[in-house]
T-cell receptor
Framework: SAVISQKPSRDICQRGTSLTIQCQVD?????MFWYRQQPGQSLTLIATANQGSEATYESGFVIDKFPISRPNLTFSTLTVSNMSPEDSSIYLC??????????FGPGTRLTVT | KQEVTQIPAALSVPEGENLVLNCSFT??????LQWFRQDPGKGLTSLLL?????REQTSGRLNASLDKSSGRSTLYIAASQPGDSATYLC????????????FGTGTRLQVFP
């Protein structure tokens, strides 16, 4: 299994500001993933982050709004830029391991006022 | 386009009952299927992973089956306990060259004493 931590665990932010979420894994992984879970909804993949290359974004998500960094094989950040109340969600990072089982971090609960 | 649906959306049962959660997917060409548990406001905990070549997986009181041809998976929980109360999510991995997961809508389970 993989142990994944996220910071912050929760935050309340004002409209128009940006928040950077950190994801740390206890061992090296090739790919890390960022998901969004809007209130009452299931998870939607935002982007895939490979170390040493640009992140790959899913349809409906753009780099200007959700810039991602992947400086090494154990760490990634997701920034939610120019936030609006519609960005209020739980943001989760995940990694794939061993026969492609995926593991998730505890999530960051973001509220935008 | 792959779509994943879970029925029922919510379930409330007395402690001790055996129960079945259902997951349906529209495209039978999947690589694997994973069941997760999510406690309120928390991240996801992986429960079981079934590869496309497998029919079922078991872990303790949990048993997950997969019928690829009919696009269905079931999660069987034996002798339910109040601690089983959570939202259960299934997710499919469409094919081997992507780690992207497509999530179902979830079943919110409440087990009362």
């Amino acid at each position: 299994s993989a142990v994944i931590s996220q910071k912050p665990s929760r935050d309340i932010c004002q409209r128009g500001t940006s928040l950077t979420i950190q994801c740390q894994v206890d061992s090296q992984v090739t790919m890390m993933f960022w998901y969004r879970q809007q209130p009452g909804q299931s998870l939607t993949l935002i982007a895939t982050a490979n170390q040493g290359s640009e992140a790959t974004y899913e349809s409906g998500f753009v780099i200007d709004k959700f810039p991602i960094s992947r400086p090494n094989l154990t760490f990634s950040t997701l920034t939610v830029s120019n936030m609006s109340p519609e960005d209020s969600s739980i943001y989760l990072c995940s990694v794939g391991r061993e026969a492609y089982e995926q593991y998730f971090g505890p999530g960051t609960r973001l509220t935008v006022t | 386009k792959q779509e994943v649906t879970q029925i029922p959306a919510a379930l409330s049962v007395p402690e001790g009952e055996n129960l079945v959660l259902n997951c349906s997917f529209t495209d039978s060409a999947i690589y694997n299927l994973q069941w997760f548990r999510q406690d309120p406001g928390k991240g996801l905990t992986s429960l079981l992973l079934i590869q496309s070549s497998q029919r079922e997986q078991t872990s303790g009181r949990l048993n997950a089956s997969l019928d690829k041809s009919s696009g269905r998976s079931t999660l069987y929980i034996a002798a339910s306990q109040p601690g089983d109360s959570a939202t259960y999510l299934c997710a499919v991995r469409p094919h081997h060259n992507t780690d992207k997961l497509i999530f179902g809508t979830g079943t919110r389970l409440q087990v009362f004493p």
